[in-house]
């Protein structure tokens, strides 16, 4: 035999005899004599004690067995599937007190040697039995699920992970910086009683001080790597009186990538959701919806649709659409929402205008005094930098007190860094319209705010249905308003405003039993209750109120009619919350038994006080018993009222405030202050 074939013959012997020995040392080696080498270089790879304390077994089997099924070369090649027990983790230095951050029972899993060619560890399935997981973080900001070494270069080996099997277990979460404190027990489901789930969980702790509780069902297989195989959901939680309910399914997993879940949400108040969605929602009445939620979460983008939904809001009914992405300078959430049939004291939690209880029920913190009227609840500026905002509010019809005759509402509100604009925000009111336009800056620590506010074809007689004169054919209320602040809440924003309100009626008229009544003629009301009452030509009304650093004077004042001239002067304090004013009544004409004095309206937005003024009323009193004396026909003279023709030039005045209303920059006062004209 030629030497060079000897040769190749001994090289080809002694390979196979190496590659002989190699599987026989595997097949036979106590993988057991490894596992000092192993925990020490885990060890130090993740920067702290990594234990295997039971067995570490390894078996060879053929590709497909347990396996994907392979094609070609590979499929000749033996896989090891190696299963280790009883492994702890520990908890790094910082939470070396609170016990170990793992430990589990068995775990299983099969390698795919090829891929080892190209720096890829492909683990088909990766089977957990009974895991006790505990993830901790404290006040600091440091956590135990961070591993440090002190290699500073990224790994050169890639990690693919194809199915996640889980069997019982344990995880806990307590994180002191969102204070969050809850416990998850996990529990194999019965495959012949259960064919779509294979795990049940259960929930219990605190967030935020709140109870949680919970429970739900989900697969038992994790798929990760199959892009199209649904992973089944289902879910009940509670957080506080907040409940969320999902069932659906999860694809790509591995990338959280597609949730396609029919999500119910019910709570105390929309505004509660905030920590735990991170969308800022406002304040509400009890809420209850439910919707069709899709999810598509990336690494650097992710979007959410909650389409469709319905339900309750206190006891107005919502519905629409809404879409939250994530990938800009800030979050951005838009939509639509519709109530066919709205309440309009639904609308109230929004600026605190609920009453005390109603504080109480949705886990408000403030209160309102008991002496404030006006909403002394602070808006939390700081959370409008969380998102931005476009959403659209319609109201088709709206239920509300017999008093408050409105009938619609359309509003669009943006959020755009720290700024909040209502435009339009209207209201349909008493067959006419009143639209408004509200811009908040809440960049700074104390809130500006502007308001630009326009009355159109308002009847009175809608606007006041209760009234004896309610068949009169009254007019319509037309008016402007211009006003500038700055506060944090609906109390220091009118306590500290600017501007201007001018309103107006013209070619109207007016009930002459109210305009009697006003003037106190005794006589004439009594005529007027026993043979009816009788329409009174409108020539004007005029009201001009200028607004500085919260007081609001009467700089004019005029209701002229063919039978009297109404004028008033005074201030209504925002600030205080106080009245001061004073109605002066004139009858045009000859009036018998009149009582004609001041009317005066003082105390307080809470507890008003209107009366007339004694001092006049007991002069005219006691003139009458003095005369009575002398000769009893003579005591009707005090009560006989012959003020002449009061004249009223209407024309100039209702030019002059058909003028736009100004106001000054947020937080600028008016130059120099208007005395209120007598």
Same mark, same amino acid.
């Not at 000859?590 to 009317?599: A, N």
């Not at 023709?645 to 008016?670: I, M, R, W």
């Given at each position: ?16 005899i ?14 057991n ?12 790879s993740?920067?702290?004690?990594f234990?295997?304390n ?7 089997q ?5 396996t994907?099924?392979?094609s ?7 896989? /090891?599937?190696?299963q ?9 230095d ?7 951050m ?15 060619l ?20 404290n006040?600091?900001?440091? #956590? ?55 795990l ?10 709140a109870p ?22 289902q ?16 694809t ?26 991170g ?11 439910e ?34 992405s994530t ?43 008991a ?5 002394v609840?602070?808006?939390s ?15 088709k ?48 620590q ?18 006041? /249905?209760?009234?004896?004169a ?20 609906v ?6 405003a600017?501007?201007?309100?001018k ?21 004439n ?21 200028p607004?500085? #650093? ?22 209504v304090?925002m ?22 004095? /001041? ?39 005090p ?9 009223t ?13 100004q ?16």
């Amino acid at each position: 035999m030629p030497r060079p074939r000897k040769i190749l013959l001994w090289l080809l012997a002694s390979l196979f005899i190496v590659i002989a020995a190699a599987l026989i040392f595997l097949l036979t080696f106590d993988w057991n004599r490894a596992k000092p080498w192993i925990n020490q270089r885990v060890s130090e790879s993740i920067g702290r004690e990594f234990a295997i304390n039971g067995d570490l077994s390894l078996q060879w089997q053929r590709a497909g067995q347990t396996t994907p099924p392979q094609s070609g070369w590979s499929s000749w090649v033996p896989w /090891p599937r190696l299963q280790a027990q009883d492994i702890t983790l520990a908890n790094p230095d910082a939470f070396s007190q609170s016990g170990k951050m793992a430990s589990i029972k068995q775990v299983t899993f099969t390698l795919n040697p090829a891929p080892l060619l190209v720096h890829d560890i492909s683990l088909p399935t990766l089977e957990i039995h009974n895991p006790d997981i505990a993830l901790l973080r404290n006040k600091d900001n440091a #956590n135990n699920w961070t591993f440090k070494n002190s290699d500073s270069e990224p790994s050169a080996w890639n990690l693919k992970l194809g199915r996640l099997i889980l069997r019982q277990g344990t995880f806990k979460l307590d994180d002191a910086l969102q204070k969050i404190d809850i416990k998850a027990e996990i529990d194999t489901l019965d495959p012949d009683k259960d064919k779509v789930y294979g795990l049940g969980w259960k929930l219990k702790g605190s967030f935020n001080g709140a109870p949680v509780s919970g429970d739900g069902r989900a697969g038992g297989v994790l798929s990760l790597q199959d892009q199209q195989q649904p992973y089944p959901l289902q879910a009940n939680v509670k957080v506080g009186k907040t409940a969320i309910g999902v069932r659906g399914t999860l694809t790509k997993p591995a990338q959280l990538a597609a949730l396609d879940l029919r999500l119910s949400v019910s709570g105390a108040s929309m505004g509660n959701l905030y920590p735990l969605t991170g969308i800022l929602l406002p304040e509400t009445p009890p809420f209850a919806t439910e919707g069709h939620l899709l999810g598509k979460i990336g690494a650097a983008h992710s979007e959410w649709r909650y389409e469709e939904f319905t339900g309750k809001v206190g006891s107005s009914d919502v519905g629409g659409s809404l879409f939250y992405s994530t990938g800009g300078p800030r979050p951005r959430l838009e939509g639509a929402i519709t109530s066919n049939l709205l309440r309009f004291e639904d609308l109230a939690p929004l600026i605190g205008a609920d009453s005390n209880e109603e504080k109480t029920q949705r886990g408000a913190q403030e209160r309102q005094p008991a002496g404030k009227v006006l909403p002394v609840k602070q808006f939390s500026t700081d959370a409008w930098g969380a998102l931005d905002a476009d959403v659209k509010l319609t109201g088709k019809r709206i239920v509300k007190k017999k008093d408050l005759p409105i009938s619609d509402l359309h509003a669009h509100l943006v959020l755009k860094d720290k700024v909040l604009t209502l435009d339009p925000l209207n209201f349909g009111v008493a067959g006419g319209s009143l639209n408004s336009t509200i811009r908040l800056d809440g960049r700074d620590q104390q809130m500006e705010s502007d308001m630009a506010l326009t009355a159109r074809r308002i009847k009175i007689q809608q606007l006041y /249905p209760e009234l004896d004169a309610s068949k009169t054919s009254f007019g319509e209320i037309n008016g402007d308003a211009k006003l500038s602040a700055t506060g944090n809440s609906v109390a220091a924003m009118l306590g500290s405003a600017n501007g201007e309100l001018k309103t107006l009626v013209n070619q109207g008229a007016i009930s002459k039993f109210l305009l009697e009544a006003a003037g106190l003629n005794v006589g004439n009301i009594v005529i007027s209750k026993l043979f009816g009452d009788k329409e009174v030509k409108l020539n004007c009304m005029v009201g001009d109120f200028p607004v500085s #650093n919260g007081v609001m004077d009467i700089r004019t004042f005029v209701l002229d009619t063919d039978d009297a001239l109404i004028g008033a002067d005074g201030t209504v304090d925002m600030k205080q919350e106080k009245l001061d004013l004073t109605i002066h009544p004139k009858s045009k004409g000859l009036r018998i038994i009149s009582l004609r004095s /001041p009317l005066y309206v003082s105390g307080t937005f809470k507890e008003p006080d209107v009366g007339v003024n004694k001092a006049v009323l007991a002069l005219r009193a006691g003139g009458a018993l003095a005369l009575g004396l002398l000769a009893p026909v003579t005591a009707i003279l005090p009560l006989i009222n012959v003020d002449g023709e009061q004249k009223t030039d209407c024309a100039n005045l209702l030019e002059e405030v058909k003028k736009q209303p100004q106001a000054p920059p947020a937080g600028k006062a008016v130059a120099g202050k208007v005395a209120p004209k007598k």
